[in-house]
């Protein structure tokens, strides 16, 4: 794997990562800037909302977390312990469709968001976080549109690489198969 690749890989769970928190504190009962209606609305500590957001935080960094497997061994070899595919290779469309599957759908997702977030129909109530409070949770949200991007160049690389398919020594446009010469 290049090291680049890598990189962008352990990048990716760091861009989920301070929603997470913003939404914990939300969870705590940490005043985040709603006030009215839907201050009422996410009233924390709250047997339902706390759960929650925890569980929503914990499911948005575990699925970004996901993003390693293409550049560790276990993204190559299904785990012993499951059952049927234990120790079998992973197959790379398998992981590819997979993979390009959630970088389609956090990028929608992620953007999709965003538009409602800043748009009039959502955050444009009057109740929602105004000034810092609404600064620190854009900053705090805005990292997650990288998720589907760097998620999208990883699995790029990842297929590369698992199909052996590495740049050209000579430079050349075209690509060649791992331990083959290339043809000037």
Do not use: K
């Amino acid at each position: 794997m290049p090291p680049w690749a890598n990189r962008v890989a352990h990048l990716v769970p760091f861009t989920v990562l301070p929603s997470g928190v913003w939404r914990i504190a939300l969870g705590l009962g940490v005043p985040v800037g709603f006030h009215g209606e839907l201050a009422d609305l996410y009233h924390a500590p709250d047997w339902r909302l706390t759960p929650y957001v925890f569980a929503l935080s914990l499911l948005a960094e575990g699925c970004a977390l996901l993003t390693l497997g293409l550049v560790r061994p276990w993204g190559e070899v299904f785990p012993r312990w499951l059952p049927f595919v234990g120790g079998r290779n992973v197959p790379v469309p398998f992981a590819v469709a997979l993979a390009s599957a959630g970088a389609v759908a956090v990028t929608l997702l992620c953007t999709t968001m965003l538009f409602q977030v800043s748009g009039p129909d959502a955050m444009g109530d009057p109740d929602a976080p105004r000034g810092l409070a609404a600064w620190v949770m854009g900053l705090c949200y805005a990292p997650m549109l990288l998720w589907g991007p760097l998620l999208a160049v990883v699995t790029a690389a990842y297929y590369l690489r698992r199909r052996g398919l590495t740049p050209s020594p000579t430079g050349g446009r075209g690509r060649t198969r791992r331990g083959t010469a290339a043809r000037p």
